[in-house]
């Protein structure tokens, strides 16, 4: 019997509902996506958190649908910012469909054919990515699509406005504006409209013709499809274009978009069950760190610190949360301090201590810490959700908890 669904379903009531509907017993599926049967069923009811994004993908698979489909999307009630940042999206994704940079621009309420002046642009630009870095997405949301709109016009060909070194420049800024864009989509739970948003970057790093810039859309596609799921393809696109930029490495900004490139290819071999693998990517990019420190280039924030950020969220989606939670005791990250890199490392290691046996409380602590450096990306985390709705849980039954209770209210759990 199919079940009806819940008004506000959990993963775990998503995944009962699609095998169900399938027709599937709760063996035959966890034999499909190569998980335990009985990891199956603690996540359908709620028993363990679904918050390991390579679980999550491998039942997706096993399920014929996208992890987005499952995890569904955070949208606390209550919380006007994190309700304005998912209304963006429509907006976003309206833009990155009319942008096509090999026809001219659609007809727009601008009197000006060549739109709004690059050096007005310009500054927007650099206001989107602050509001980016500090994981306002609705902030930005609200600036990207009208920044879409306003670079078409000297960028597209044939146009006036398309040639010498003002077609550079908006090329350059469009490259940003897309990498942006894609990075906010993916953050809110939208990987295919993510996806799209990435195409978009590679047209505008195509029409430049810089090796870095190709990279740098190539690192956009890379994580696009990881949070897709789509590992093997997350894999082959950063595997290549590593091999792509490595013969012009003493271009300026290149080491630091080799090392990026180098941590997707870590992240995707995780996906595709190949730890080893993984840690040598890791190793690799370690290796050039040492040689670059700490970088702010093309606001990848490449150096030591990041990538123990990185390590942590691997090793943690990796089945191994006690060496996630090495990493982080050994790791400062007030080395790196911007809000969109931070609060992956305090939700990180959140979801690896809340899987550790007397570390509910530590990785409370941690949760609470994200959501004062990055309060909108905690809001619209279904992973955090996941990760809050197993420790409440479990402090309901040791009755304690009332910092985290707190939490939970403001994330709308129940």
């Not at 679904?50 to 014929?64: G, H, P, S, T, Y």
């Not at 999206?89 to 601008?110: C, E, F, K, T, Y």
């Not at 809110?188 to 810089?210: I, S």
């Not at 013969?247 to 995707?268: D, F, K, N, V, W």
């Amino acid at each position: 019997m199919t079940p009806r669904p819940t008004p506000d379903p959990t993963i775990g009531d998503r995944i009962r509902d699609r095998r169900l509907r399938r027709g599937w017993s709760i063996r035959y599926s966890a034999s499909r996506a190569g998980v335990s049967h009985a990891t199956w069923s603690r996540i359908e009811r709620g028993l363990q958190a679904a918050d390991n994004r390579f679980v999550l993908a491998e039942m997706a698979a096993a399920l014929e649908c996208s992890p987005a489909e499952l995890a569904g999307t955070a949208v606390p009630a209550g919380d006007r910012a994190a309700v304005a940042a998912h209304a963006a999206v429509h907006g976003i994704r309206q833009a990155l469909v009319d942008l096509d940079l090999s026809a001219p621009p659609p007809p727009s309420a601008d009197p000006s054919p060549a739109g709004p002046p690059l050096a007005d642009l310009a500054r927007t630009v650099a206001l989107v990515d602050d509001l980016r870095r500090s994981c306002d997405y609705a902030g930005a949301g609200r600036l990207i699509p009208e920044l879409l709109r306003g670079l078409h016009p000297a960028t597209a060909r044939p146009s006036r406005a398309a040639t010498g070194e003002d077609r550079a420049r908006a090329l350059r800024l469009l490259c940003d504006v897309t990498f942006i864009a894609s990075s906010v989509l993916r953050n809110l739970g939208h990987p295919a409209d993510a996806w799209l948003g990435a195409e978009r970057c590679r047209d505008a790093a195509d029409a430049t013709e810089d090796p870095v810039m190709r990279g740098y859309a190539a690192y956009a596609r890379a994580s696009a499809a990881g949070a897709c799921g789509s590992y093997d393809r997350g894999y082959a696109l950063a595997e290549r274009a590593v091999d792509a930029l490595s013969p012009h490495a003493a271009r300026p900004g290149a080491a630091e978009m080799l090392g990026s490139l180098q941590l997707i290819c870590a992240y995707t071999s995780r996906g595709r069950r190949r730890p080893d693998d993984s840690r040598a990517w890791c190793a690799e990019a370690a290796e050039l760190a040492r040689q670059t420190g700490e970088t702010t280039t093309l606001g990848l924030y490449f150096g030591p610190t990041n990538i123990d950020f990185w390590r942590i969220g691997i090793e943690t989606d990796g089945d191994d949360p006690g060496r996630a939670a090495r990493i982080a005791q050994d790791t400062d990250p007030a080395a790196l301090p911007v809000g969109f890199r931070q609060v992956f490392y305090y939700a990180d290691t959140a979801r690896a201590l809340a899987r550790l046996r007397g570390r509910d409380r530590e990785a409370i602590r941690f949760l609470l810490t994200a959501e004062r450096v990055a309060p909108q990306h905690v809001h619209t985390s279904s992973l955090v959700q996941e990760t809050a709705r197993a420790l409440l849980d479990r402090s309901r039954r040791q009755a304690g908890g009332t910092e985290l209770r707190a939490l939970c209210e403001r994330l709308h759990l129940t």
